[in-house]
């Protein structure tokens, strides 16, 4: 056999041998997600129990269990406005079995301070889940009584104004600070740890505005004070006399939504079964009364829909924090 037949031969079992192993391969790995899943999931909720993240991503948890036949577990992982948690799950392998359920917060946490992980590509978005608007309440005698009095007392009393908020880079303060660079005033923000002690401020007539959500003050003092507008884009179910935002003239748009990620690089047929499961449940009228109890509605995504919302919104209060000179250092 001449040398130029024998290196053409070895060239050709190379190949074959190089193609068989690829399909075998490609082969493996589809099957590995076909059986998906055949063991336990972690949910990571990157927030102490007790939150709307907790809350929520439980009750989902417990119905994506029944219907993927094996137990989606919640493990939370708080701290750091939610890097610490989220920090794992970008760590964790893009397999199906770490997911992670978190509010818009992801977005505001990565605008406000140096993530260990870049937000914008560490992510996989699976659904949305919910979504709930903020709602403007001023203290009992606040001079203004409408949203375009509220910006016209602003306007004539720069920084005098005052507002509340949870702690730096919360969504309640920087949904503040956003309507502050929309409309062109200046109020002087105060931090607390948590939005209830604020609420008391405000009850207290110590400060003349907090932007939070109609479930964190309902059942409390504060929800007898004046509400001037929701943030939606419609009048929300839970306050319907309450005229929003945008209807005084202003465009400005804001919600909290929640939503259901996995690390980057999770297959494809993964996140659409799991999203076409997000939207059987949310269909399900035991889960949608549930919602609403919570001060929030269903809000279903495609999965590229919620990465992209996630990119948008960070993008947003990346300006907004550079704005209001916010940026932790």
């Known amino acids: 056999?001449?040398?130029?037949?024998?290196?053409?031969?070895?060239?050709?079992?190379?190949?074959?041998?190089?193609?068989?192993?690829?399909?075998?391969?490609?082969?493996?790995?589809?099957?590995?997600?076909?059986?998906?899943?055949?063991?336990?999931?972690?949910?990571?909720?990157?927030?102490?129990?007790?939150?709307?993240?907790?809350?929520?991503?439980?009750?989902?948890?417990?119905?994506?269990?029944?219907?993927?036949?094996?137990?989606?577990?919640?493990?939370?992982?708080?701290?750091?406005?939610?890097?610490?948690?989220?920090?794992h799950v970008a760590r964790s392998p893009a397999d199906g079995y770490t997911l992670m359920f978190v509010s818009g917060s992801l977005g505001t946490t990565a605008a406000v301070q140096q993530t260990p992980y870049d937000a914008n590509t560490a992510f996989d978005g699976i659904a949305r889940v919910a979504a709930a608007p903020f709602v403007f309440i001023v203290r009992e005698g606040f001079p203004a009584k409408t949203i375009p009095e509220l910006v016209g007392y602003a306007k004539a009393n720069p920084e005098k104004m005052t507002y509340g908020s949870a702690g730096l880079g919360d969504s309640t303060q920087l949904a503040t600070e956003l309507f502050n660079l929309v409309t062109g005033i200046r109020m002087t923000g105060v931090n607390y740890k948590g939005i209830a002690p604020a609420q008391l401020d405000l009850v207290g007539g110590r400060l003349d505005l907090v932007v939070t959500t109609i479930p964190s003050i309902r059942g409390t003092v504060t929800e007898k004070l004046p509400m001037l507008a929701?943030?939606?884009?419609?009048?929300?179910?839970?306050?319907?006399?309450?005229?929003?935002v945008r209807e005084s003239g202003i465009d400005y748009v804001v919600d909290v939504w929640w939503g259901l990620f996995g690390p980057a690089g999770l297959p494809g047929d993964i996140r659409n079964r799991l999203n076409g499961l997000v939207r059987e449940i949310l269909q399900d009228a035991e889960f949608i009364a549930f919602l609403k109890n919570a001060g929030a509605a269903p809000a279903p995504s495609s999965p590229n829909e919620l990465t992209e919302l996630l990119r948008r919104d960070i993008s947003l209060w990346r300006k907004t924090v550079d704005a209001a000179g916010l940026r932790q250092k």
């Open 230 to 244: 929701v943030t939606s884009a419609q009048r929300s179910a839970d306050a319907p006399n309450v005229p929003t």
């Open 1 to 87: 056999m001449s040398f130029l037949l024998k290196v053409n031969r070895r060239m050709a079992i190379a190949s074959a041998l190089f193609v068989g192993s690829t399909v075998f391969a490609s082969a493996a790995i589809a099957q590995g997600t076909d059986r998906w899943p055949t063991k336990q999931i972690s949910l990571v909720i990157p927030f102490a129990p007790g939150g709307s993240n907790d809350v929520i991503g439980r009750a989902l948890a417990q119905r994506l269990s029944t219907r993927l036949g094996q137990p989606v577990t919640v493990e939370n992982r708080a701290g750091a406005g939610s890097v610490v948690g989220a920090s």
